[in-house]
């Protein structure tokens, strides 16, 4: 068969599980599948899964093992007792957890004779295979580049982050976090337009416009951050217009009984940081808010 096709094995089955087995399927690799509630394999074995019994079973069909569960301890429970199956196998786990998590079971499975990579997926099942979607990986990279053309499968996104397990579960809460704050700044924005009987889909492309505009902005912070000489030169706005324009949304949402405790935080934090002496300086100089004391 080959090796553009060589055997794959899935061990769990939810939804973000399933989109694995079935993008492997769909290329054309023999794809093996496990999961406590077996019934959950049923529509990939009418494609031509096979269902594996046990974990055991599971293991011992591919020398590439995909792992997606709930937890880390799931997994551990899952492969308890499998030690010496697992040896010389590669082991690619997606599950969700964090960064010492990843360390941890990296330095486990790599004491067992297991070439391991740690992976976050950065997007919803029906995106799996879409050549947008992204999915960091971290680990050996002779692994990594040796199996490549194959985790492909699941994103044309496939990102390697370096030697680092714990990189993917980095960037997988700071993307998160990014995710919500902006989730919930534009859900905040739509209520206050809203008490103006201002429409969620009438807010909605002037939302976009200024979504654009900050990728600007942030472009530029990026590169002051990482210049490291603590300047942050204003080339857009001081960080005092920043407040005073802040501390209109503030009076409105209040005037318009629009929960403020969001752009409350961010004055909050925007005047702690002001008091250190960053009146002039650009937007970037927040990053002393959320930084290390020693960064």
Request: negative net charge; aromatic residues 8%; contains cysteine.
């Amino acid at each position: 068969m080959g090796d553009n096709r060589a055997p794959v094995t899935v061990i769990g089955l939810g939804l973000m599980g399933q989109a694995l087995a079935a993008a492997f399927l769909k290329a054309g690799h023999p794809t093996t599948v496990w999961n406590r509630s077996a019934d959950k394999a049923a529509k990939l074995v009418s494609e031509g899964a096979v269902l594996a019994a046990t974990p055991a079973e599971a293991v011992a069909a591919s020398d590439l093992l995909v792992v997606c569960v709930s937890t880390y301890d799931v997994m551990d429970n899952v492969l308890d007792g499998l030690d010496e199956a697992l040896k010389g196998k590669v082991l690619v786990n997606l599950t969700s957890g964090s960064s010492d998590q990843a360390r941890s079971a990296a330095d486990r499975f790599g004491k067992l004779g297991v070439k391991y990579l740690d992976g976050v997926i950065m997007i919803t099942p029906p995106g799996i295979g879409a050549e947008t979607s992204v999915l960091f990986y971290a680990g050996d990279e002779e692994v990594f580049t040796a199996h490549e053309p194959t985790l492909k499968l699941l994103g044309g996104g496939t990102t390697y982050l370096g030697a680092d397990y714990g990189m993917p579960a980095l960037y997988d809460v700071s993307l998160l976090g990014l995710m919500w704050g902006t989730f919930n700044a534009f859900l905040h924005g739509v209520a206050v337009v809203g008490t103006a009987d201002v429409s969620a889909k009438t807010y909605l492309p002037w939302a976009h416009m200024w979504l654009d505009a900050i990728k600007m902005f942030t472009t530029d912070y990026a590169n002051q951050i990482d210049a490291g000489d603590g300047e942050f030169p204003a080339n857009d706005a001081t960080l005092e217009t920043h407040l005073e324009a802040l501390k209109h949304l503030v009076h409105e949402s209040e005037a318009l009984g629009v929960d403020v405790e969001l752009p409350k935080y961010s004055q909050n934090l925007m005047e702690k940081i002001i008091s250190q002496g960053h009146a002039k300086n650009s937007y970037a100089a927040m990053i002393k808010a959320f930084q290390k004391p020693s960064a």
